[in-house]
Every structure is written in structure tokens, then in C-alpha cells.
T-cell receptor, first 113, second 114 residues
Framework: AQSVSQHNHHVILSEAASLELGCNYSYGGTVNLFWYVQYPGQHLQLLLKYFSGDPLVKGIKGFEAEFIKSKFSFNLRKPSVQWSDTAEYFC???????????FGTGTSLTVIP | GAVVSQHPSWVICKSGTSVKIECRSLDFQATTMFWYRQFPKQSLMLMATSNEGSKATYEQGVEKDKFLINHASLTLSTLTVTSAHPEDSSFYICSTTPDYNEQFFGPGTRLTVL
């Protein structure tokens, strides 16, 4: 069965600090990878996704993620966070033939002005 | 991306009553919809996969008789929480997928059972 691990449960950063959130998955086949963000009181929004091609994916709001197949990882990065980035971040994995998504437990990011 | 709506956005009910939550796909015909449950500060837990015109597929541990899912049309799936109790209080989120590659989420429904 697929599983997704997010090792950082709660991250607190000052504005302008760099961000990296870890995401590891376990699955033997080809996967699609996603990062979703949930701002306080809002619904899930897609930040970025990887299906194939360039393993460095750029998403909205200055976020990017790198797929490292050998490490089964898809870490999320942002060079300089803003207060408005305070939110819950979820990594998700799906097989490229399946119709189920597996979410990580989420990382709560708090950015201090 | 696809637009998904949910109604109501927040419902408060007494213990023992049943509550129906609607999920609508507004701009494409969704043969498959998903229902998730999210506890505070936790991740989304897939409850069931709703298939238009057929029975829903429930995840292990989810009570079929407790959480009734009906997907009668290509744009509407409903989740009915029967005989709700305080432990059913949660955030319920639906999603659709046009091509099984990406899911689009509704805004969620907050259920509070007194």
C-alpha cells in the first residue's frame, strides 16, 4: 500500500527565512506527486504537481518542489517565506493508473512577521 | 481547474438526527467523487469513493450504514450522516477528478453535533 510521510509537523519561521518541508512516499510504481495548501478557514488548493519530466517543479506563490526518485522524496521549498504563507501544507501521492490519493499528515507552517 | 461546491458550509444538529451534505461538480460531469473527513489539525482521511449510478466504495473502518453516499447524477453526490453523534463532528470534504490525475476539492462542510 502507498503511504506518505511528512516529518515536520509544525514549523515556525520568521519572514524572509527559507523553507523546506519534507515529504517521503512508499510505492513501487510510477506516481503522481502533489503539494496542497490549506489556508486558515479555506479549502485545499493545489500548490504544484509532478507527473513526469523535469523533476524540479515550480508552483504558485514562489513554491517549488524537487522529485528525487532514488530517495522517494518530493520536498517543498520556498527561498523566502511571507507571513501570508502561514497555512497547513499537505503532500499527496497517487499512482498514475489509480484513482486514490494518499495524503501525508500535514505540516503546519507559522510565519512570524 | 474544476469547480466543486458543497452545501451547507456549516451545519449544527442535535445528537440522533441525520444530516445530508451535498457535493456538486459545477463545470464538468463527474463520474467519480471522493469523500474525505478531516479532524482538527490532522490530514484528510478518505472515507469513500462515490461512483455515479453504482454503490460507493468505502474505505476500511468506515461504516456504510452510518455514512450513506448517493451519486445519482453526474454533478451531484450526497453524504448523509445518519443518527449523528458528537464524535461525528468533523470537517467533511468532497473532491472530483476529471482524469484521475488531479483532484479538485470542495470548500468543505463543518458538522457540529451537539
Amino acid at each position: 500500500a502507498q503511504s506518505v510521510s511528512q516529518h515536520n509537523h509544525h514549523v515556525i519561521l520568521s519572514e524572509a527565512a527559507s523553507l523546506e518541508l519534507g515529504c517521503n512516499y512508499s510505492y513501487g510504481g510510477t506516481v503522481n506527486l502533489f503539494w496542497y495548501v490549506q489556508y486558515p478557514g479555506q479549502h485545499l488548493q493545489l500548490l504544484l504537481k509532478y507527473f513526469s519530466g523535469d523533476p524540479l517543479v515550480k508552483g504558485i506563490k514562489g513554491f517549488e518542489a524537487e522529485f528525487i526518485k532514488s530517495k522517494f522524496s518530493f520536498n517543498l521549498r520556498k527561498p523566502s517565506v511571507q507571513w501570508s504563507d502561514t497555512a497547513e501544507y499537505f503532500c499527496a501521492v497517487s499512482s498514475n493508473t489509480g484513482n486514490q490519493f494518499y495524503f501525508g499528515t500535514g505540516t503546519s507552517l507559522t510565519v512570524i512577521p | 481547474g474544476a469547480v466543486v461546491s458543497q452545501h451547507p458550509s456549516w451545519v449544527i444538529c442535535k445528537s440522533g438526527t441525520s444530516v445530508k451534505i451535498e457535493c456538486r461538480s459545477l463545470d464538468f460531469q463527474a463520474t467519480t467523487m471522493f469523500w474525505y473527513r478531516q479532524f482538527p489539525k490532522q490530514s484528510l482521511m478518505l472515507m469513500a469513493t462515490s461512483n455515479e449510478g453504482s454503490k460507493a466504495t468505502y474505505e476500511q473502518g468506515v461504516e456504510k450504514d452510518k455514512f450513506l453516499i448517493n451519486h445519482a447524477s453526474l454533478t451531484l453526490s450526497t453524504l448523509t450522516v445518519t443518527s449523528a453523534h458528537p464524535e461525528d463532528s468533523s470537517f467533511y470534504i468532497c473532491s472530483t477528478t476529471p482524469d484521475y490525475n488531479e483532484q479538485f476539492f470542495g470548500p468543505g462542510t463543518r458538522l457540529t453535533v451537539l
